[in-house]
C-alpha cells in the first residue's frame, strides 16, 4: 500500500466516522426512519387471508392435516 492509498483510507473513515456522529446526534431521525420502513412494510407482513382459504385452511387443520402456505391448500 503506497501513501495515496493509505491517505484515501483514512479520509474514508473520517468521513464515515463524521457522519455517524451527526446521525446520532438526532435519535429523531432513528425513530422516523424505523416508523417509516415499519409502515411500509406492513401490509407485506399482514395479508389476510380469503374467506374460503381461510375455511380451508380450518378444514385442513380440523383433520390434522399440515397447510401449505405457499400452494394455499392442505398436504
Known sequence: MN??????VVV???G???GG????Q???FWVGLGIAVFN???PLLAKRMTAEEEAAFQDCVRRAGEWD?????CK
Open 16 to 18: 464515515v466516522g463524521a
Open 69 to 73: 402456505h405457499f400452494r394455499k391448500r
Open 3 to 8: 501513501w495515496l492509498e493509505i491517505v484515501a
Open 40 to 42: 411500509r412494510l406492513l
Open 26 to 28: 438526532r435519535p429523531v
Open 12 to 14: 474514508l473513515l473520517v
Open 21 to 24: 456522529y451527526l446521525v446520532a
